[in-house]
């Protein structure tokens, strides 16, 4: 019987002390390591039945269920819950938000324990694994050893590669949807204006806009705008919006008058709400350098890996598009790894991972199951 | 014999006066209209083999030759000239900068006669029509009735177009490369987020930053920098950059590494020299409301065209892509008008229409021969 999670709430965690540091690859040092996380449904007392579950670029740990006060559900609430394919009735789901974030984690806004200032830019850069020994912390906090599987889209994908290439013998599955094992040039390409937006704002003071009182609003707006395109396809703005205009025959505006305009305006609008700049570079950064396979040891450590992989890319996704799945599948299977791959059909574009295009939830339930 | 014209020059013609002002359909009044325009080759004693050429975006009147004291060619050089496919050998070339610009024609940074202050956000918003006619006074100015053929692409083609519409009885020959009639919602998106990036950037002033003595140019670049990579294909980007960088190993940077982001951060500085941001907005919207064949009158002025149609399209833009010549080119016929319609391949995205793909250069030298 499928149903909904009712309400969760979001915890936090101490994962880093001066005694036991995270050492970025970077060569950071982080004394003081907080993770927000939510879980839902029960561990067993085999404690084999965790799954954990990583979000995307601009998630949080609020994966599925309703806080209180809220009316907005998790937002992979369609996915995780009682009856649905990570099913809570059967799973022990562990969400977290990620190191860098601006969600509850530690991230460039937090506090430098060393000058009681926010870090700002002199935060670590982040490499893909250090997102995972994060993860692997709260995994050791909460007293679980081995994962039945990890689970995540896009960026949240990559965090479970990186996880099953850096602990080739605790993930039993690894489920990777509409995600990349190397961004390409256009990618990178679109991730830079991004970062130029934001970093260009006036209002971005060297990244100390908190101390000013002011945030690169504008910036961040016109990269939140630029990004949502490559997240949709062109025939879902089609079917959404074609060519309407709230103007009526030559009554032309300079400013927003077409449907798909007014879109991107509360797009932009609504995201400088609940995501903060630096983040936002310290993210897109650690995406166009991540590159598992053309990193030394890769090969080596899946090649013993016990891990079963599923990957699922959408035919309409062209921010990480099904050529870039299929790079990732064969990179596996040439070290010998397990991997189940489909494309599947949908017209939403790379967002699809969060909706329910046709076989897609089936998929992921009997990969699970 | 295959050859390039010596040095040209460009020359400006008044088309509009107090006496004879250009009405824009939205219904501004400008009373004095300047046209920077070129001519190569040589008007015959019939006058009757007049090519007229059409630029895109951010083009000028310089298409073809050299100016004394400059190195670069003009943006269509390879297309225009002795024995090329626009012969200047056989035709003689008109190619001016369009209404709105700001390479010598009257634009938005021109003086607005009713003030003596530049109009800015007071220039009329432009219609397709109004650049047509323009481009008919200058025709017009140079003594000249009928047009052996038009020839654009992008936003040169569509002029093109709506001149064939605007009068279905001057233009023998019409040549639309990598061109639309009408933008899809996508297209408008990419086009609201770069407006979006000036008109936000703090040196806006509202549009009246030449008299602050400012400009906008961290959000001019911006656009820039995203509308290129619509201008290009991904394949083009993985040959020409790859996930090349200037940093080794773990030795990461914020700022711009890969070569990709070099090459974008060139492409936005370069525009800040050679472009206005207003025009900019202008030209931008032009294209958001351009769909002549929505436009009541269209079908009936164009049934009754004697002008015959050459559209190319290439398989890899995805800026005006196949799907959009191939709706032109149905509109097209359903209205009884002769057009010739090919794909061609091309790796080279939108750009293609400035490149030399493969059978190119010989599809329109068979059309205009």
């Known amino acids: 019987m499928t149903g909904s999670l ?3 709430e979001t915890r936090r965690a101490v994962v880093a002390t001066p005694q036991d540091p995270l050492l970025t690859r970077s060569g950071g040092r982080l004394e003081h390591v907080e993770v927000a996380y939510e879980t839902y449904g029960e561990l067993n007392t085999a404690r084999d039945n965790a799954v954990f579950v990583t979000h995307a670029l601009t998630g949080n740990a609020h994966a599925a269920g309703l806080h209180i006060g809220e009316k907005k559900r998790g937002w992979w609430d369609n996915m995780i819950g009682p009856g649905k394919p990570v099913d809570t009735d059967r799973f022990f789901v562990i969400s977290p938000n990620i190191l860098g974030g601006c969600s509850g984690t530690t ?30 912390r709260l995994l050791a906090h909460l007293g679980i050893e081995r994962l039945y599987a990890g689970v995540g889209g896009s960026l949240g994908g990559m965090q479970i590669l990186q996880w099953a290439i850096d602990e080739p013998q605790v993930m039993d599955r690894a489920v990777l949807v509409a995600a990349s094992s190397r961004l390409t040039a256009e990618n990178i390409a679109f991730s830079t204006v991004a970062r130029e937006a934001i970093m260009s704002d006036p209002d971005f003071v060297g990244g100390r806009y908190v101390e000013h009182g002011v945030f690169p609003w504008r910036g ?9 395109i490559t997240y949709v396809s062109d025939t879902t703005l089609d079917e959404k919006f074609g060519r309407r205009r709230r103007s009526t025959g030559d009554a032309w505006e300079m400013g927003p008058d077409f449907e798909v305009e007014h879109y991107l305006q509360h797009q932009g609008m609504t995201f400088l709400d609940r995501f903060d700049a630096l983040s936002y570079l310290y993210l897109t950064r650690l995406l166009d350098y991540f590159d598992p396979f053309g990193d030394p040891g890769t090969a080596e450590a899946l090649g013993s890996s016990s891990t079963r992989f599923q990957v699922t890319s959408f035919d309409s996704d062209w921010r990480f598009d099904t050529a870039q799945s299929r790079r990732m599948v064969e990179q596996l299977a040439a070290l010998g790894v397990d991997v189940d791959f489909a494309e599947l059909h949908s017209t939403y574009g790379h967002d699809s991972f969060l909706l329910e295009p046709a076989g897609y939830h089936e998929r992921v339930a009997g990969f699970l199951a």
């Open 6 to 8: 009712g309400y969760v």
């Open 107 to 136: 991230g460039p806004l937090s506090v430098d324990p060393a000058t009681g200032k926010p870090y700002c830019l002199d935060f670590p850069l982040l490499h893909m694994t250090d997102l995972v020994a994060v993860h692997r």
């Open 220 to 228: 961040q707006k016109v990269a939140r705008m630029m990004a949502h």
